[in-house]
């Protein structure tokens, strides 16, 4: 399975981008597809993620009412528009799926992950 993240850039302060993460390689089912970012310095930190139902996705708080994750079953694909972008929104993003249940927040629970996207805010 090969997770191919794109639709990073650099932006202004309150501004916008839409990440997508493409699916693709053998057949598989998943549970969890989503987004994590890493900011210079510091760990990896959960984004927002969403369920191969659509329902009910999650969100960082620090994204909530900024940021909306959907997805296209039929493309094996997952978005991720985000508005109003701020600085501290600089970091590299990946997205990564999580085949099975379960907690969708840590990092370390996820099977399989994209090479990642740079973003950059400008203040």
């Known amino acids: 399975v090969q997770l191919q993240a794109s639709g990073g850039g650099w932006v202004q302060t309150g501004g916008s981008l839409r990440l997508s993460c493409a699916a693709s390689?053998?057949?598989?089912?998943?549970?969890?597809m989503g987004w994590f970012r890493q900011g210079l310095g510091k760990e990896r930190e959960f984004v927002a993620v969403t369920r191969w139902s659509g329902y009910s996705p999650y969100y960082a708080d620090s994204v909530k009412g900024r940021f909306t994750i959907t997805r296209d079953n039929a493309k094996n694909t997952v978005y991720l528009q985000m508005n109003s972008l701020e600085p501290e929104d600089t970091a590299v993003y990946y997205c990564a799926v999580k085949a099975e249940a379960g907690n969708y927040y840590y990092a370390y629970g996820y099977d399989y992950w994209g090479q990642g996207t740079q973003v950059t805010v400008q203040r």
């Open positions: 390689g053998r057949t598989f089912s998943w549970y969890f």
